[in-house]
């Protein structure tokens, strides 16, 4: 088999010296008369980076036999001494010595190099790009390889001091480049070149790599994709041309960006500025992103990729959580859902604590908790979201702390409950009702300064999930133990009327216990019947117009409820809370509300339950009474133009 191409590079740790890799590094007389150091006569591309600690010795000796090389890459390789041991490459059409030091002393043998096309002697080193005759040995170079098309000098000061020159009737701000001036380069790196060459006005090149203009930053990223040193510094260029100006050629720096961020994943600078820079993209680009599903997929994986790799450092983290913002969760992330919740739970207790991370990460958790599926929210359930919230709820009721974190925390357990019964006995496990009364106690509430917030501040939002399925098959008996109805139940039912947001959660969690039948209700002390009757004096005291924190994902729960002509308590409740939304919420914002309600109603039938329950002879009037109001209330609202109502209770 031929042998075409051979790539090696060297890792920049001691313990992995090129002594280890050849052995060592003097070679004997018998090594010198074999000439050669592997004998590949074909080879035509040779890559050999990083080795340090050679010297001229091994280039010449690797380099001898192979007469046919066309691209030779010694990128931050050590001693290469004159290089005149290259002579005999008569082939060699590229020749990249970035980071090479004392290319001064070698010019007179790269000038004999005479088929060379792309020549790069580029430095990300202040300390080796600068030349005590920069111009003259640009010209030596450029006037004695004719055939010359793409050339980079970027970190040099071969181009000169910006002062143009008259040189043979040509006029260049680059003065070692007027030969050029008629014929010029298809490429010229001119990157962090002394004097910002890269701003000038008369470059002999077709496509600059440089930092004067957005054309510029992109050919840079384009050329230094494998060079971290120097991306990490173009990609810095790219962000701040994003946040500070606007970018015409959003497409192509969109894929540069990825494309950096996937070859380069360990190194943290190019992923942070990558991210930053994905932000401004996602946040600029509107619809157009939206439309493109595979993108999008390609933009949060490669986030995802980042974020995981780089969890602990919170600047990444920050990026990566504010850029996922921009799309629509959960939908956009559902591709990745469970990577996704692993990382932003490692947000909620691996960072530091009070940080924006931490409540960026409750936040994102709690939209992944909303509009999914049963199966979704099982596994949050799975990965550790119940545990999470109950530490931070807890967490904060030790530090006396009443602030948004503990709001998000109680709307992500009351979504991530919501229609799944074993997230619910996680909650009950985890000692959530106990939790839900702390938050609740006088002294805990009056220990805040929230004099615009009402007194229910520490309450979680209300989402019927947990407060429903809380209280229905194995969570009634975790409820239901050897000592009766807990107070976390019972003693909120008769809360005073001026907030009915615990009141009503608790009564929703009685109503699902006493669903299941008398059978159910194992304890003596108090009877069910004490209990339903306690619970029908509290509905009758709530005022219908109350506003309630209402975000109901499905009506499937309370209209489960509907159904229970067994118990019309639990009925009572089921149709009060219909009666509520429908008076009090469809008649608020006009604007939006038949869209979020539309949704809300996927359970069909509402309208069909609430005529039949009208009709049966088991519930008392007052029950009847609410189901008309709920009945009269859509369809005012459909005469009214609302179409979407009749969807509201019938599908």
């Known amino acids: 088999m031929e042998l075409v191409s051979c790539h090696l590079v060297s890792e920049r740790i001691p313990k992995y010296s090129p002594t280890n890799i050849y052995g060592k590094l003097k070679f004997n007389e018998e090594q010198y008369d074999r000439g050669f150091i592997f004998l590949a006569p074909n080879l035509r591309r040779l890559t050999l980076k990083n080795l340090h600690l050679l010297q001229s010795d091994f280039y010449m000796l690797l380099l001898n036999p192979l007469v046919t090389l066309t691209h030779l890459d010694l990128s931050n390789c050590g001693d290469l001494h004159h290089f005149d041991y290259t002579e005999h490459l008569v082939n060699l059409s590229s020749l990249v010595l970035y980071n090479v030091e004392g290319i001064d002393t070698k010019v007179p043998a790269i000038c004999k190099l005479a088929n060379l096309r792309h020549l790069d002697i580029s430095q990300s080193r202040d300390e080796f790009g600068k030349y005590e005759k920069g111009t003259k040995m640009l010209r030596t170079l450029v006037e004695s390889l004719p055939r010359l098309t793409s050339l980079d000098i970027s970190g040099t000061n071969l181009a000169g001091r910006g002062v143009a020159e008259n040189t043979n009737g040509y006029v260049s701000d680059i003065p070692g480049l007027s030969s050029r001036v008629n014929n010029p380069f298809q490429f010229l790196g001119l990157y962090e070149t002394s004097h910002d060459a890269c701003l000038r006005h008369d470059i002999p090149a077709k ?190 009721l030790e530090k006396g702390l009443c602030d948004d974190v503990l709001e998000v925390a109680w709307s992500t357990m009351w979504n991530v409950t919501d229609e799944t019964p074993s997230n619910c006995r996680k909650f009950l496990e985890n000692k959530g009702m106990e939790h839900f009364l702390s938050c609740l106690e006088p002294v805990y509430i009056a220990s805040y300064e929230f004099p615009e917030i009402p007194r229910q501040r520490g309450a979680p939002p209300q989402h019927d999930g947990a407060t429903g399925q809380c209280g229905r098959g194995q969570g009634a008996a975790l409820l239901l133990g050897d000592d009766g109805v807990p107070d976390c139940v019972l003693q909120p039912v008769g809360l005073p009327s001026d907030g009915i947001e615990v009141s009503y959660n608790a009564a929703g969690v009685i109503s699902h216990i006493a669903s299941d039948g008398p059978e159910v209700w194992t304890v003596a002390e108090p009877s069910r019947s004490y209990v339903l009757n306690k619970m029908v004096l509290a509905i009758d005291r709530w005022d219908l117009n109350s506003q309630r924190n209402i975000n109901y994902r499905s009506f499937e729960p309370i209209l489960y409820l509907v159904k229970v002509y067994h118990t019309p308590e639990c009925q009572q409740w089921a149709v009060w809370a219909l009666a509520n939304l429908t008076k009090v919420y469809l008649r608020s914002d006009r604007e939006n509300q038949p869209r979020n309600t539309a949704f809300w109603w996927r359970k069909k039938g509402g309208l069909h339950l609430l005529e039949d329950l009208i009709h049966h002879p088991s519930p008392p009037l007052a029950v009847k009474t609410l189901a008309a109001i709920v009945i009269e209330n859509c369809r005012k609202f459909r005469e009214n133009g609302y179409q979407d109502v009749e969807a509201l209770l019938d599908g």
């Not at 409750?362 to 596994?379: E, P, R």
Request: aromatic share 6%; charged share 25%.
């Open 207 to 396: 496509l600059i790599a440089g930092n004067a203009n957005e054309e510029q930053i992109l050919v840079a990223a384009l050329a230094y994709l494998d060079r971290t040193d120097m991306l990490q510094k173009v990609m810095n260029e790219l962000f701040h041309l994003f946040r500070f100006e606007n970018c015409e050629h959003v497409g192509q720096a969109l894929n540069i960006v990825l494309e950096a961020m996937s070859r380069h994943l360990h190194e943290r600078h190019i992923q942070i500025s990558g991210s930053a820079t994905l932000f401004y993209i996602v946040k600029g680009t509107g619809r157009e992103l939206h439309d493109d599903v595979k993108v999008k997929r390609k933009i949060i994986t490669t986030l995802l990729n980042g974020m995981n790799v780089h969890k602990n450092d919170d600047t990444m983290m920050r990026n990566g959580c504010l850029t996922l913002c921009q799309f629509k969760i959960p939908v956009d992330v559902l591709f990745d859902y469970e990577r996704l919740v692993n990382i932003l739970l490692h947000s909620v207790d691996g960072m530091a604590q009070e940080s924006f991370v931490q409540r960026i990460g409750i936040y994102l958790l709690n939209s992944l908790a909303c509009q999914v599926d049963g199966h979704q929210k099982v596994k949050l359930g799975e990965l550790g979201a119940i545990d999470k919230m109950i530490w931070l709820i807890t967490d904060r």
